[in-house]
């Protein structure tokens, strides 16, 4: 057996060792566990290279001077900062028998399971049986992605239901709800694992499934098969009723003429014909409108002084088109959030189409642009470059996607009174909950521009932080941009709901981060 290969096999032997730790979550409080994993990043950085993390080191990571090694306990101590959540409803079954979740670092275990198991076996599957190559990367196969899949979902599902319960008693909505969720985890986690130009994907693959885990435990799995449309909403019986095929037909006819018209690769076409469908069946004509919006500010951005970008070099590469990495990064989040949040998959659009825009207008900038972090001149079209008529045309689209959610909503409301459609209902059934606003009509219209508010506060810190992203961690090559797309779409998605929680209920979060 070959030394490099050997080295990987012990490496992902003790990359699974070390998830078998996750199970002791169901014992610790995330500052508990935070602790924990601050001590094994310690001993990683400071004792392990005496006795034997050298050896187990790949000749890249010893140029850089970094090891996956680090970012492991990193991860996961960022993790237990960051995925404390509630764990109510996991099975509702035994939660009506009295059963309630005992722990709140459920998601952190799925996502560590993710990271230790998924991951491990995704190499050990490539390794092993060999295969195609992925179209995306030449160095990841087919196998090893179906290896992640295939170990990955049991394993994040039984740590995360042991993490919250402390055995494993499951009932059937536990399965159809959380195994839903941990088999979506180890799709996007695998997928993202797989995306090439990574320093270390120990970084990126447990906070995208834990953040998966999080949105999707409690979604209506079946209610979804079943075709049942979202409580209170008016219509027909079914989301899969004449509208939404319509809908339908309008996205592929789309997907056709962006194609036709090579605006987009034909994989891309396919991919992005896609995520429009997940947002047509989550959020209807109203958030497939905002889908639209953000294609047409990005496209259209794109081609304003096209001639003037070629002739200076800083013009997108292969005419404008966008690739099927542009169209994964910049669609998984929206997509996923539109079956779950409409705040979450507006303000992830909002914030992706102000990048796109103000890369696009700044480009044509004749005034001065900076990079944010170093503040220091750059040249147009630089990678984290901020100029003032990009920055203001970023802030404009921005504004426009937040004005744009408010009016529909207040419009929509003025049309259909307590006759809710179903975008609002969706909104009211779920987003009001999740900022702890009364969802009564008496105080609809009155929450509504504050909510607007932080949607947009929200993809202004998204857009603001992918310029200092892409200036110091894509311009280095630690990450590529897909990457920096999909951490800046989820944050913004994220944001509206933290900030409100920050602002309404501040010893919240505390007590969450101090509660088994």
């Given at each position: 057996?070959?030394?490099?290969t050997?080295?990987?096999?012990?490496?992902?032997?003790?990359?699974m060792?070390?998830?078998l730790?996750?199970?002791a979550?169901?014992?610790?409080?995330?500052?508990?566990a935070?602790?924990?994993?601050?001590?094994?990043?310690?001993?990683?950085?400071?004792?392990?290279p005496?006795?034997?993390?050298?050896?187990?080191e790949?000749?890249?990571?010893?140029?850089l001077?970094?090891s996956?090694?680090?970012?492991?306990?990193a991860?996961?101590?960022?993790?237990?900062?960051?995925?404390p959540?509630?764990?109510?409803g996991?099975?509702?079954?035994?939660?009506a028998s009295?059963?309630e979740?005992t722990?709140v670092l459920w998601?952190a275990?799925?996502?560590?399971?993710l990271?230790a198991?998924?991951?491990?076996f995704?190499?050990l599957?490539?390794?092993?049986?060999?295969?195609?190559?992925?179209?995306?990367?030449?160095?990841?196969r087919?196998?090893?992605?179906?290896g992640?899949?295939?170990?990955?979902?049991?394993a994040?599902f039984?740590?995360a239901?042991?993490?919250?319960?402390?055995?494993?008693?499951i009932?059937?909505?536990?399965?159809?709800?959380?195994?839903?969720?941990?088999?979506?985890?180890a799709?996007?986690?695998?997928v993202?694992?797989?995306?090439?130009?990574?320093?270390?994907?120990?970084?990126?693959?447990?906070?995208?499934a834990?953040?998966?885990?999080?949105?999707?435990?409690r979604?209506?799995?079946?209610?979804?098969?079943?075709?049942?449309?979202?409580?209170?909403?008016?219509?027909?019986?079914?989301?899969?009723?004449?509208?939404?095929?319509?809908?339908?037909l309008?996205?592929?006819?789309?997907?056709?003429?962006?194609?036709?018209?090579?605006?987009?690769t034909?994989a891309?076409?396919?991919?992005g014909a896609?995520w429009?469908?997940?947002?047509?069946?989550?959020?209807?004509?109203?958030g497939?409108g905002?889908?639209?919006?953000?294609?047409?500010?990005?496209?259209g951005?794109?081609?304003?002084g096209?001639?003037?970008?070629r002739?200076?070099?800083?013009?997108?590469?292969?005419?404008?088109?966008?690739?099927?990495?542009?169209?994964?990064s910049?669609?998984?989040?929206?997509?996923?959030?539109?079956?779950?949040?409409?705040v979450?998959?507006v303000?992830s659009?909002?914030?992706?189409?102000a990048?796109t825009?103000a890369?696009?207008?700044?480009?044509?900038?004749?005034?001065?642009?900076?990079?944010?972090?170093?503040r220091?001149?750059?040249?147009?079209?630089?990678?984290?470059?901020?100029?003032?008529?990009?920055t203001?045309s970023?802030?404009a689209?921005?504004?426009?996607?937040?004005?744009?959610?408010l009016?529909?909503?207040?419009?929509q409301?003025?049309?259909?009174?307590?006759?809710l459609?179903?975008f609002?209902?969706?909104?009211?059934?779920?987003?009001l909950?999740?900022?702890?606003?009364?969802?009564?009509?008496?105080?609809?219209?009155?929450?509504?521009?504050?909510?607007?508010?932080?949607?947009?506060?929200s993809?202004t810190?998204?857009f603001?932080?992918?310029s200092?992203?892409?200036e110091?961690?894509a311009?280095?090559?630690?990450?590529?941009?897909?990457i920096?797309?999909?951490l800046?779409?989820?944050l913004?998605?994220?944001l509206?709901?933290l900030l409100?929680?920050v602002l309404?209920?501040?010893?919240?979060?505390?007590?969450l981060?101090?509660a088994?």
């Open positions: 057996m070959k030394a490099d050997t080295r990987e096999i012990i490496r992902k032997l003790l990359h060792a070390m998830g730790f996750a199970v979550l169901h014992w610790l409080s995330p500052w508990q935070a602790l924990c994993a601050l001590a094994a990043l310690c001993h990683n950085l400071w004792l392990f005496h006795y034997g993390r050298r050896k187990l790949r000749p890249e990571e010893k140029t001077g970094y996956g090694m680090i970012g492991y306990p991860i996961v101590l960022t993790l237990c900062l960051l995925l959540s509630s764990a109510a996991l099975d509702p079954v035994r939660q009295g059963a979740p722990n998601a275990a799925g996502a560590w399971g990271l198991f998924g991951d491990a995704a190499a599957f490539g390794l092993g049986l060999k295969g195609p190559a992925l179209p995306w990367n030449p160095r990841k087919w196998t090893g992605l179906l992640f899949i295939l170990v990955g979902t049991p994040a039984a740590l239901y042991f993490s919250a319960y402390g055995d494993l008693r009932s059937g909505p536990a399965l159809v709800g959380l195994g839903g969720a941990c088999l979506l985890a799709l996007v986690g695998g993202v694992e797989t995306l090439p130009g990574q320093i270390d994907d120990n970084l990126t693959v447990p906070l995208a834990g953040l998966v885990l999080l949105l999707f435990a979604f209506p799995w079946g209610e979804l098969l079943l075709g049942r449309t979202v409580p209170g909403a008016v219509g027909p019986p079914s989301v899969w009723g004449p509208p939404l095929l319509l809908l339908l309008l996205n592929a006819a789309l997907a056709t003429v962006a194609w036709y018209r090579r605006w987009v034909a891309s076409a396919w991919m896609f429009g469908a997940l947002v047509a069946a989550g959020l209807g004509w109203e497939y905002f889908l639209l919006l953000f294609y047409l500010l990005a496209n951005s794109t081609y304003v096209l001639g003037r970008k002739a200076l070099g800083i013009a997108e590469s292969d005419g404008g088109r966008r690739g099927t990495q542009s169209v994964f910049k669609g998984l989040f929206p997509a996923l959030f539109a079956l779950v949040s409409p979450a998959c303000a659009l909002a914030a992706y189409a990048d825009v890369s696009e207008v700044g480009k044509l900038s004749r005034g001065r642009t900076l990079l944010l972090w170093s220091r001149t750059s040249r147009a079209g630089e990678p984290g470059g901020v100029s003032l008529a990009g203001a970023g802030l689209a921005a504004g426009l996607f937040s004005g744009a959610f009016s529909v909503l207040m419009l409301h003025r049309l259909y009174g307590t006759a459609p179903r609002q209902a969706a909104f009211l059934r779920a987003d909950i999740r900022f702890g606003f009364p969802t009564g009509w008496a105080q609809f219209t009155r929450w509504m521009p504050f909510v607007a508010l932080l949607l947009f506060v993809a810190i998204a603001f932080l992918e200092v992203l892409n110091t961690v311009a280095r090559g630690w990450f590529p941009k897909p920096i797309h999909l800046t779409g989820a913004a998605g994220l509206p709901f409100a929680t309404s209920r501040p010893c919240d979060i505390l007590a981060w101090m088994r």
